[in-house]
């Protein structure tokens, strides 16, 4: 989409720091009081800002949930995907557009349920793009459901007596499968996440941050956890960071220490790379490799 104007953007910022990443014409949003959501989009903004990337290069795809509407709030070509569908449409765009920083940010059912096999295989295969999931341990927008993230025994409205199926660990999952910056913040991480946020921006590879959010109105309502305020209040008491753990030990029980930090930071040959050296030897000449600005759209001869 077109770049807005110095001066658009100076009478939007005096709005809200972060109203010129965000399209003010579908405010208000439809997210909660005290939802954790808006403030994960904050920093997102923020670390676009500070990292000095061309706006017109950043891709922002999402799936369908709270979570999964972020995309249609950001003023960047923005992608609300069908649900678990967000991972294999920035794939395509990817590959299909290399020079674009592609971002996926959506929940954590839409990610880690239904959308859970894209994740796993794009992890496997070094997709260079990142994934920002905020998960809230429960299925906010249709009512509550347990997800693949509830803890146990925590209720949803699935699992009214409480569940009592063994939830993912998530930065554990994806490091498995491969990929090569993983990290956890919660909502309340508000310097670190941003600073994060842009250290991954920078980085190549299948990134993934996982941020902790409250889902104020159904799970702090179903566990009497209070508001989301509260639950801010627990990450302040309860988080602990600890970079460069094995990410074994950082599964989440119910209401227990949730460890954050930088897990996993490294560099691994991405998807196109692989791809690319495989052509090139085995093709040789005849290999043409995908140009940065994409190859649909080519001038007549
Ligand atoms: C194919 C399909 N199945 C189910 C749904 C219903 N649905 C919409 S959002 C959602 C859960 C989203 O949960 P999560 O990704 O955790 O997002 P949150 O609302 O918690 O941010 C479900 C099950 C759907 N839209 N499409
Ligand atoms: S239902 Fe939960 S996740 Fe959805 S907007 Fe409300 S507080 Fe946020
Ligand atoms: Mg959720």
């Known amino acids: ?4 104007t110095t001066d658009e953007t100076e009478i939007l910022a005096q709005q809200h720091p972060i109203a010129p990443y965000l399209r003010m014409d579908r405010m208000p949003h439809i997210w909660c009081p005290t ?83 894209h994740l796993i295989h794009t992890g496997r295969r070094n997709i260079d793009m990142l994934v920002i999931l905020v998960n809230n341990f429960i299925y ?23 569940n009592f199926e063994p939830p993912f660990n998530l930065p554990h999952l994806v490091a498995s499968c491969g990929a090569t910056y993983v990290a956890r913040w919660t909502s309340l991480h508000i310097r670190r996440l941003t600073k994060s946020f842009n250290e991954a921006i920078h980085r190549k590879g299948f990134r993934f941050i996982e941020v902790i959010a409250p889902c104020s109105t159904l799970y702090a309502r179903l566990n009497k956890l209070g508001t989301g305020f509260h639950l801010m209040q ?18 989440i029980g119910y209401q227990d220490t949730i460890i954050c930090g930088k897990f996993i930071d490294e560099e691994k040959p991405t998807f196109l790379e692989l791809m690319n050296n495989h052509y090139r030897k085995v093709l040789g000449d005849k290999f043409v490799p995908m140009p940065l600005e994409g190859g649909m759209i080519r001038e007549q001869d």
Do not use: W
């Open 140 to 162: 906010g927008m249709t009512g509550g459901q347990n997800a693949p993230t509830t803890p146990i025994p925590a209720r949803s409205s699935t699992m009214p007596y409480g």
């Open 234 to 251: 627990f990450y302040h008491d309860h988080a602990e960071i600890h970079h460069g753990i094995d990410t074994r030990e950082v599964g």
């Open 1 to 4: 989409m077109s770049k807005i």
């Open 35 to 117: 939802c954790g959501i808006g403030t994960v989009v904050k920093c997102y903004a923020t670390a676009l800002e500070q990292s000095g990337v061309d706006l017109d290069k950043v891709a922002v795809v999402s799936g369908i949930g709270c979570t999964g509407r972020v995309a249609g709030y950001m003023k960047l070509d923005a992608f609300h995907t069908t649900h678990g569908r967000a991972i294999p449409f920035a794939t395509g765009l990817k590959l299909g557009r290399p020079e674009m920083l592609v971002t996926v940010f959506s929940g954590d059912g839409d990610l880690a349920g239904i959308g859970g096999n």
